[in-house]
């Protein structure tokens, strides 16, 4: 197995061709002709899943965050992006990313978050091309009161603590979300009629809605992370044969830390 055979098949599922222009999905560590005998998913490439993937022998990692995202003035070991890049690269491993290419396909972050809540009907959001572009928008199987519908969103999606403007008076019926960073949807979200809006990273004034409409900040690890299960399982399902696994301490690597 090649380096380009595994990224040959996430491509095909989110080609880099539709990757945000700001973006540095792909890969971004070694050559496409390395020769792969092991592979590690995980979220973001920090130094510990560089040394989780030396410990268990595997020759390639592919995350979601990409390590190397703007330029690199200097590489040291004592940044955490500079000692990924040592550490990769001193033991010959490649590394790659699918960030907003993963995004982008209804079949990735947003729609892994809608399929979570067993939602209907599920489109993108904010549409590019067909099937193509953020967020994804869709319909409750049953209309739910907005706290229960909190509640049954921490629930499915495995929060702890949402953040969340003032519950709304009417029934939850359809639903909008944008994993990661999603705050500039909002407006798509209540033009695509939705009661509710789900995100990361939504400032303040956000907070603010119109009468009939509410946000939920899940947090942004947490509205992505599942992209990790669908990548293990899109490689799986595509190399049976093929040593894949994701990072054993996946669900202990957000950064952010609730008290």
Request: with cysteine.
């Amino acid at each position: 197995m090649r380096v380009k055979d595994i990224t040959s098949a996430i491509e095909d599922f989110a080609p880099l061709s539709i990757q945000e222009s700001w973006d540095n999905s792909g890969l971004l560590v070694g050559s496409p002709e390395q020769e792969v005998h092991g592979l590690l998913i995980g979220f973001d490439c920090t130094p510990e899943l560089v040394d989780e993937a030396v410990a268990g022998g595997m020759d390639m990692i592919v995350t979601h965050h990409p390590l190397i995202f703007g330029g690199l003035k200097r590489i040291s070991p004592d940044d955490p992006t500079g000692s990924a890049v040592i550490k990769a690269v001193s033991s010959g491993i490649a590394i790659y990313a699918a960030h907003t290419t993963a995004d982008k396909v209804l079949e990735g972050v947003s729609g892994a978050m809608a399929r979570r809540l067993g939602l209907k009907n599920i489109t993108v959001l904010d549409e590019e091309s067909e099937g193509v572009g953020l967020g994804a928008v869709g319909d409750l199987p049953e209309p739910m009161g907005a706290e229960t519908f909190i509640e049954y969103v921490k629930n499915r999606l495995g929060v702890s603590v949402a953040r969340c403007s003032r519950p709304i008076d009417v029934p939850v019926c359809r639903v909008a979300m944008c994993g990661g960073s999603g705050s500039s949807l909002i407006g798509k979200a209540m033009e695509a009629g939705a009661q509710a809006y789900l995100c990361g990273d939504i400032s303040y004034h956000h907070f603010f809605t119109p009468k009939g409409f509410m946000v939920i900040d899940i947090g942004h690890f947490e509205g992505e992370v599942e992209i990790c299960h669908v990548l293990f399982s899109l490689l799986r399902k595509k190399f049976p044969t093929f040593a894949v696994r994701t990072s054993e301490k996946l669900g202990a690597s957000n950064p952010v830390f609730y008290y």
